[in-house]
């Protein structure tokens, strides 16, 4: 009797956990990248350059892209950049918006904070959405260099950036400074004292 009644437990304890195991693969999410795969398409194609986002995007709203508003409602609801659809992040892997950004073929994200614009690319590309890009620096940096009064030097980050800001090239002041004749600290006056201990 002792058997039988083990047995039966046994049997519904590993039918109970096949089910909870069967439910979990059904209903889980499917991350169809590695986290290395992510991490690299982060890194090459991540981020779209402030002069691309002003003549390719800014300049032509409906061109197929969805500019995504990472900040919270009320702060999207003060202002935000023309044609943004507000998704906080904390609201990203909701199903309904998952269904909404599948639907376009290249999203930009911006928030008030780089990382949160890079930490919403990651979840979305691990989510198996392609294609979504980050736009540098804060909202508003982007209003500030982009939206207001575009300014090529301001354009690029990184690397790029250097060749268009010209001024960093270009010498401070009317003319040539002279340069000052290196010296070596003379030892005259010098105590050659024996120090005792130490190194």
Not at 50 to 69: K, P, R
Not at 83 to 111: C, M, S, V, W
Not at 123 to 133: D, P, Q, S
Not at 135 to 140: N, R
């Amino acid at each position: 009797m002792k058997n039988s009644t083990l047995n039966n437990s046994a049997i519904l304890f590993f039918t109970v956990l096949m089910a909870a195991v069967i439910f979990c693969a059904i209903t889980s999410r499917n991350y169809q990248i590695s986290n290395r795969a992510v991490a690299g398409k982060a890194m090459t194609e991540g981020f779209v350059s402030y002069e691309s986002l002003y003549y390719d995007y800014l300049q032509d709203i409906d061109n197929g892209f969805l500019l995504v508003d990472l900040r919270y409602h009320a702060y999207y609801e003060e202002s935000h950049l023309a044609g943004a659809h507000n998704i906080p992040f904390d609201e990203l892997l909701q199903r309904n918006h998952q269904r909404k950004l599948k639907k376009y073929d290249n999203i930009l994200l911006y928030a008030d904070q780089e990382q949160v614009s890079v930490a919403a690319q990651m979840l979305l590309l691990g989510a198996g959405i392609e294609n979504v890009r980050v736009i540098p620096g804060t909202y508003s940096t982007i209003m500030q260099y982009v939206v207001e009064a575009f300014d090529p030097s301001r354009a690029f980050y990184n690397e790029d950036k250097a060749r268009w800001d010209h001024q960093r090239f270009m010498p401070v002041g009317g003319g040539e400074t002279k340069k000052q004749p290196e010296t070596s600290p003379s030892r005259e006056g010098m105590d050659p004292t024996a120090v005792i201990g130490g190194c």
